[in-house]
């Protein structure tokens, strides 16, 4: 007679044991499901590559912000000059340099996709260095305090924090916002 044990651990592996009563003889095997999943040395060596390229791809990550804010800005540049509202508030020389700037950033940025975080950053300074100094007189013209903080109707392109202020005595033209329980 032969007395046969089944053990299933948590992790799946199967050790059977038999016996035989009669001559005490015993044999046991193991038997582990590693068809189809990785072994420690895979897991290990994977945790490795992701540590290596840790550091490359936050680096990755920011390069890929300042682009896309650059992006971003270019664009809703563009977005501005061409609102109706402001038509009349800006020169068509104010205009034709801004846009002809936007152009230029956005042709760079198409040639450059994978500059470095730097480049992109130089890049929108010469852009608000070109745009900001027109907004400014423009959002000026409109009524508002000349060499204020930052401001003109509608907020300024990129969404620069404190720039969203409606000229003095403008009525707020947002949408209300009711908070509702």
């Known amino acids: 007679q032969i007395d046969v044990t089944f053990d299933i651990d948590a992790n799946g592996i199967l050790n059977v044991s038999a016996v035989e009563k009669s001559t005490g003889k015993e044999n046991k095997i193991t038997i582990t499901n590693d068809k189809g999943r990785l072994s420690q040395a895979d ?41 109706e509202k402001l038509k009349d508030q800006i020169t068509e020389d104010d205009k034709k340099a801004i846009d002809d700037k936007v152009t230029e950033t ?12 730097e480049e992109y950053e130089g890049k929108q300074k010469e852009l608000e260095g070109v745009a900001n100094p027109i907004l400014q007189k423009m959002y000026a013209a409109a009524g508002g305090a000349p060499g204020a903080e930052g401001g003109m109707p509608g907020g300024m392109p990129g969404g620069m924090p404190g720039a969203g202020a409606p000229p003095a005595g403008a009525p707020d033209q947002g949408p209300k916002i009711e908070e509702v329980d």
């Open 43 to 83: 897991i290990d060596r994977m945790v490795a590559e992701a540590e290596k390229y840790k550091s490359e791809d936050e680096a990755n990550k920011v390069r890929i912000e300042a682009k896309n804010a650059l992006e971003n800005y270019a664009y809703n540049l563009r977005n501005t000059l061409n609102d």
């Open 106 to 117: 956005i042709n760079w940025l198409d040639a450059n996709q994978s500059a470095e975080k």
